[in-house]
């Protein structure tokens, strides 16, 4: 199974930069490349908008049900 870090796709993981674009970029291209696992490392991701898991794509993070992400409106 193939595996990558969002970091791969441009996310920064500072909880200040908007990081919702690399993730979902992430998140699509291992769908279309038939899917994955998409790892988040242990920091802190900004979002401002959905992130939109696609069938066959698995997130994974620091612990079972604890994906790091945090929105901000």
Do not use: W
Not at 3 to 25: H, K, L, P, R, S
Not at 42 to 60: D, E, F, H, L
């Amino acid at each position: 199974m193939k595996y990558f870090t969002v970091e791969q796709f441009g996310a920064v993981g500072n909880g200040e930069q908007d990081d919702t674009e690399a993730i979902n970029v992430a998140l699509q291209t291992i769908a279309e490349l038939g899917g994955g696992i998409v790892y988040f490392t242990n920091k802190r991701y900004k979002t401002t908008n959905s992130i939109i898991i696609p069938q066959g794509v698995t997130i994974c993070g620091l612990s079972a049900g604890a994906i790091p992400i945090k929105e901000h409106t």
